[in-house]
């Protein structure tokens, strides 16, 4: 089993900054990638970035490109999503998710754990 847990989270201003983390434990010789998530109230859960499990590769969704950063602690086995320049469209719970393949994807169907989530509120 592979377990994810997320940390980080919070309310900051409109301009501001957070990062988050997540820590993965168990098997995780089973982890090919690894991508954050995040699902704001009344929407479809939608791909913020992604890395492979070497770190040698990312993929970011075009509104966060630019202002979101990626990168692994090979040694900690921890994941991180540095958020720059926020606003309020950023606000959603995030989540991290694991998966098989050592080939990034966008379809959250093909991720196969998830982390519990970590709030992310933007204000104006």
């Known amino acids: 089993q592979v377990q994810l847990v997320e940390s980080g989270g919070g309310l900051v201003q409109a301009g501001g900054s957070l990062r988050l983390s997540c820590a993965a434990s168990g098997r995780t010789f089973n982890i090919g990638a690894l991508a954050w998530f995040r699902q704001a109230p009344g929407k479809e859960r939608e791909f913020v970035a992604g890395?492979?499990?070497?770190?040698?590769?990312?993929g970011y969704t075009d509104s966060v490109r630019g202002r979101f950063t990626i990168s692994r602690d090979t040694a900690g086995n921890t994941m991180y999503l540095q958020m720059n320049s926020l606003n309020p469209e950023d606000t959603a719970a995030y989540y991290c998710?694991?998966?098989?393949?050592?080939?990034?994807?966008?379809?959250?169907?093909?991720?196969?754990?998830w982390g519990q989530g970590a709030q992310v509120t933007v204000s104006s």
């Open positions: 890395i492979l499990w070497s770190g040698s590769n990312t």
């Open positions: 998710a694991a998966r098989r393949v050592r080939i990034l994807s966008r379809s959250a169907a093909e991720y196969f754990v």
